[in-house]
Structures are given as structure tokens and as C-alpha cells.
């Protein structure tokens, strides 16, 4: 059963700007521009696009921030814009590039004040909160004030905040923008884990494909306010015909190598480019350039967003 | 409350800066006998009024004038994905009780202005003071308000709502009776704050009014007070309804 609908949603924004001396131009921006999609109960989604494609302005749709200029939604059965305190109930929100907390309380304190506002019962919230401490590593965060926290931790923070009512839906706003890899593993190994046991819908933007490959099993792509793909991550690949390529650094300078299933699309001196079908493995690939040639040093480039969109493009 | 002394200082110096603002009054007062036709403890109980509905808005929805800044770094939105209005969250977030000075000033000037004029008690005149600290009250808040409203779409707009607030307090401050007509019209029919002192005050002392208003208007604040929360409720609704966010 779909928890969230989406039918041709619309958005947009009227910008002014400087015409004459005394005359503003009046433009109207289209940020959302006929969006439809349906998401069940318990699924996880991707949300990715380039900057500016209308991500955030669709979230903020959906958790009744912003009100449509046109089309209609449903999230968990509620008409988020009218309904939107009645809808906080029942989803968690996470913005990456800002806190929920209270900047100058310690954690344990925003969390106290968070249980009050969302009227989350002492029992329920005493054990919410201690599993979420464990899962997330926040025991020693407690009793730091916000400010003084690292942003890998503040997001460990805003997470556990979000969860801590119970949400059977979660948005994420490019939660893993500015992590380090292990942060961003932890963060996506949580997540994995919370979908798995609570079976909580989760819908996250990002620009990491990396994430995606981890946790969702379906993607949304969007463009200039459009959905350009909805399915799952291996069709994507396909459709785009999108590559991941390894760079090798060889020991001496070398004709093209030949391995199976790639293609050289570059050399540079001892250095060369191999693409290869994103959806299958490197393993492969890097055994067999290691058994046949000297390799000083190897990397996988993973295809970036941008790529794969523009390669949809020209398969559409 | 952690900070106790430190709280204690703040209520008396905040209370006594406003007590200087009022000592300014009635250092003019040594120079002339009547202002506006008004004596000083008349000019006290209208002070009195005024001071004491701006500080109890003030305590009650005075955080509204961060909205702006709310609406710039974000903070905003993640009051609107919480389930309780965001007006009373932004009343409750850094709740200044401090505030309470300039409360306690305002009831000491009115307390004096009351003694001091010359008034002819009756129960329903304590029934139109009671419900004028009330309306009056009401309606400051409307406005304060209504200057978040405006914040929310605009973004930044906290000068504005202060000249109509603390600017407001400060023309109420006067006898409007010193001001030209068009100023009380304005204060009377556009945006209420006539009602918070000077018609129940002229009711009060049994003035006639000095533009020849209705009388009626004496008793009226309370509908004031109804119909400026009704528009800034209205207001608000609209302003959140077209709240922007920023981007990303």
C-alpha cells in the first residue's frame, strides 16, 4: 500500500528582479514541474538529482512545509500542507545542511524537550532513547552542548532526534553531505538496520550514489523539476548504460591492457582508464589485471550523478 | 532558573532604564503645567496603560521579532515539521521572564498615575481598566504578530514591526489629544492602538474627547482587541501559507 502518492505535483516561485530603475521584472521559476510517484509502506528511496532540480522543494512539499502550487499528495492518508502538525506525528525529518537541536543545549536536553513536544510517553521515550544512543554511539555526546559538536556527530544528533517518536516515515535531506567515509558508512548501516527491523519507510536525498547502492532499493531521479527515472538502481544502470571505471597505475609504460569485459578509454604514460558496465563487479577486474600485469596502485571511479543523468538522456 | 542573581539584575536594570524613560516625562512636567490638556498623573495612567500591554505582549510574543533571522538560517522549517503551532513554540523558545521589568515598571507608573488623577471610582469603570490591560494587551500582540507574518514573507522586516510596536508604545505614551487628527483616525480605525489607553482612559477621567469621536469608542476596546487578533490570526495563516523556505 502506498504510504506516500504524489500526482502531478507543481511548484513554483515567483523571483523578482531589477528591470528598469524603478520597474521589477517578475519571473516565475518552475522549481516541481508534474511530478507523480507512489512509495509503500516499508520502502526505501532515493532521491537524486543535480543542484537545483527540485529535491528539497519536493520534501518540503511532502512534510507540508511548502504548500503546492498544483497536483496533489498524500502522506499516511493526510494532505501534508493542511494538515501538517497532525502529519509531524507521524514522520521524522532530517535536514543535513541544519539542526534540529537547540544550538546551545546539550543533546540530552533537546531530546528531553523534543519528547514533550511530540508527547511521547516516559516509558516509550526511555527506551527510544536508549536504543538510539546505542545504535548511533551517542553516549558520550550527551551532555555537550550542540555548538561544540562535529557535524558527523550533530547528524548522529538530528537522527536519533527524528526517531525518537516512532516515525513510520523518515525523510532525509542529504544526510551524509560533508561526512567522512565512516561516518557515512555507520550512517548507512543505521539506516539499513532501521528499515530492516521497524520497517520504517524511509525517503533520503543525496548526491552520493554510493549511498544509494547501500541502502535503497529504489530511485528517483530528478531533473529541472522533472522525474526522469523511477525504478530500481541495477535498471538505472542499465538504462543509462552508465560505467565505473578503474584507474591503474602500471609499472611501466604499456600498450592498452586487455581485460575482459572492459575497454581502455585512456592512457598516460604508466597510467591507464578502464570503464566497464556499472551494475557488474570490479572484483573481477582487479584480479585479473593484478595476475597479468605489475600494478603499482589502483582506484574506482563510481559514475557521478550528473553522468548517469545525462546518459538517460540520450537513452530516452 | 539557574542564574538567579543574574536574573535579579536584569529585572531591576531593565526595570529601572524604563523608569529613567518615565523620569524624562516628568522632568518635562516641571516646565509646564498640563500637556494636551492632560496633568502629569493623567499622562502617568495613560503611560501606565501602554507600558503594561507592550510588556505583557512583549513577554508573551516579543520572540517574534526573530523570526527573520528564523526564516534565514532555517530554523523556521524545522519548527513547521514539529507538531505544535509554531507561534507557541517561538513564544516558548528562549521564554525571557527578565522581561518582567518592564511589566512591573509599567503597574508602579499606573499604580501612581491612578492615585494621582483625579477619578470618580464606579464598578464598571474597574471593569473597562481590567478589560482595557487586557485588550490592550490583545492587541499588541496582534501586532507583534502581524510583524511576523510580514517576516515570514519578506524574510527580514524587524524595523518595521518595531516602529509599530515600541514606536506605537511610544505615541501612546502621549495624550493623543497633541497629535493632529489624521494620526488619531489612523490610530483609532487602521491599526487599533487607541484602544489600548487613550479611550477608556478619557472614559476613566470623564474627558470628553478632543476630536469629537463617538463615545462609544470608550467602551470599545475589547472589540478592538477581537477584531486586531482576528486580522493578525487571518495574517498569519496567509504568511505561512506562502512561507518560501530558502534554498537547498
Request: aromatic share 8%; proline share 5%.
Amino acid at each position: 500500500m502506498a504510504v506516500i502518492e504524489v500526482t502531478d505535483l507543481r511548484r513554483t516561485f515567483v523571483v523578482r528582479s531589477k528591470g528598469g530603475r524603478l520597474r521589477r521584472e517578475r519571473r516565475e521559476v518552475v522549481a516541481v514541474d508534474g511530478v507523480s510517484f507512489g512509495i509503500d509502506a516499508g520502502e526505501v528511496v532515493g532521491f537524486i538529482g543535480p543542484n537545483g532540480a527540485g529535491k528539497s522543494t519536493t520534501i518540503k512539499m511532502l512534510t507540508g512545509i511548502l504548500v503546492p502550487t498544483s497536483g496533489r499528495l498524500h502522506v499516511d492518508g493526510l494532505d501534508p500542507s493542511r494538515r501538517r502538525t497532525e502529519l509531524a506525528r507521524r514522520i521524522g525529518v532530517v535536514f543535513g545542511h541544519r539542526s534540529g537541536l537547540w544550538w546551545d543545549l546539550p543533546l540530552r536536553d533537546s531530546f528531553a524537550l523534543l519528547a514533550r513536544i511530540y508527547d511521547v510517553p516516559r516509558d516509550r521515550y526511555r527506551t527510544n532513547l536508549a536504543t538510539l544512543v546505542e545504535l548511533l554511539d551517542l553516549a558520550p555526546l550527551l551532555d555537550v552542548p550542540v555548538r561544540q559538536l562535529s557535524l558527523g556527530q550533530r547528524m548522529r544528533g538530528d537522527i536519533a532526534a527524528a526517531l525518537l517518536h516512532d516515525p513510520p516515515i523518515l525523510y532525509l535531506d542529504e544526510p551524509t553531505i560533508g561526512l567522512d567515509l565512516i561516518s557515512k558508512a555507520r550512517l548507512r548501516d543505521f539506516l539499513r538496520d532501521l528499515n530492516a527491523e521497524r520497517g520504517t519507510t524511509i525517503m533520503l536525498t543525496t548526491h552520493d550514489l554510493v549511498d544509494i547502492e547501500h541502502i535503497c532499493r529504489t530511485v528517483m531521479v530528478i531533473d529541472a523539476g522533472r522525474l526522469v527515472f523511477d525504478g530500481d538502481l541495477t535498471a538505472l544502470q542499465r538504462v543509462g548504460g552508465a560505467t565505473r571505471t578503474v584507474v591503474v597505475d602500471l609499472e611501466t609504460q604499456l600498450e592498452p591492457v586487455r581485460v575482459p569485459g572492459t575497454t581502455v578509454t585512456r592512457v598516460e604514460g604508466p597510467r591507464q582508464w578502464l570503464s566497464f558496465p556499472a551494475h557488474s563487479s570490479a572484483a573481477p577486474i582487479v584480479s585479473a589485471l593484478a595476475a597479468a600485469y605489475d600494478v603499482v596502485d589502483l582506484s574506482i571511479q563510481e559514475p557521478a550523478i550528473e553522468d548517469v543523468i545525462r546518459l538517460l538522456y540520450a537513452a530516452g | 532558573m539557574t542564574y538567579r542573581a543574574s536574573f535579579v539584575a536584569m529585572t531591576v536594570g531593565q526595570a529601572l532604564i524604563t523608569l529613567i524613560d518615565f523620569a524624562a516625562i516628568a522632568i518635562m512636567f516641571s516646565h509646564i503645567d498640563e500637556l494636551g490638556g492632560f496633568t502629569l498623573g493623567e499622562v502617568a495612567l495613560l503611560y501606565g496603560m501602554s507600558g503594561f500591554a507592550l510588556g505583557a505582549a512583549d513577554l508573551l510574543m516579543g520572540n517574534t521579532e526573530q523570526l527573520g533571522r528564523r526564516v534565514r538560517d532555517g530554523s523556521f522549517d524545522a519548527m513547521l515539521v514539529r507538531p505544535v503551532a509554531p507561534l507557541v513554540q517561538i513564544a516558548a523558545d528562549q521564554f525571557a521572564l527578565r522581561r518582567v521589568g518592564r511589566i512591573t515598571q509599567a503597574v508602579a507608573v499606573l499604580g501612581w498615575g491612578l492615585a494621582a488623577s483625579n477619578i470618580d471610582w464606579s464598578v464598571p469603570k474597574v471593569l473597562v481598566l481590567l478589560a482595557t490591560l487586557v485588550s490592550g494587551s490583545v492587541i499588541f500582540c496582534a501586532v507583534f504578530v502581524l510583524g511576523g507574518a510580514f517576516q515570514v514573507l519578506a524574510g527580514d522586516a524587524t524595523e518595521v514591526m518595531n516602529a509599530f510596536t515600541y514606536g506605537g508604545n511610544t505615541l501612546t505614551q502621549f495624550p493623543l489629544s497633541i497629535y493632529p487628527a489624521e494620526v488619531v483616525r489612523s490610530v483609532t480605525f487602521i491599526v487599533p492602538l487607541a484602544f489600548v489607553n487613550w479611550y477608556p482612559a478619557l472614559y476613566l477621567l470623564d474627558v470628553e474627547d478632543p476630536f469629537g469621536l463617538p463615545s462609544a469608542l470608550q467602551y470599545a476596546s475589547p472589540v478592538a482587541a477581537v477584531l486586531a487578533a482576528a486580522a493578525a490570526a487571518v495574517a498569519w495563516r496567509a504568511g505561512v501559507r506562502r512561507y518560501r523556505s530558502t534554498g537547498s
